[in-house]
């Protein structure tokens, strides 16, 4: 029985629980910058789907890969970290 490909998981604070069933999470990340060799941070807003309600905002969660739910979801709750 073959496995299907590796999703993946990412790390973020929920922004915004107004949608039902869905949740807007940030996810950052450290860029280093090609001449100045700084680093910089670099945000992306995911839409995810929340089944339970259960995120409120600042929430720190983490997502994982999923098919398309809607135009723009794509990812699913996995689990609250706090």
Request: hydrophobic residues 30%; aromatic residues 4%.
């Amino acid at each position: 029985m073959s496995e299907r490909g590796h999703r993946k998981i990412q790390e973020g604070v929920v922004v915004s629980d107004k949608m039902n069933k869905t949740v807007v999470v940030k996810v950052d990340r450290l860029v280093k910058h090609s001449l100045y060799n700084k680093y910089i941070k670099r945000s992306v807003t995911y839409k995810v789907h929340d089944e339970n309600n259960s995120c409120k905002v600042g929430d720190r969660v983490h997502i994982i890969e999923c098919r398309p739910l809607s135009k723009d979801k794509r990812w699913n709750l996995k689990q609250i970290s706090e």
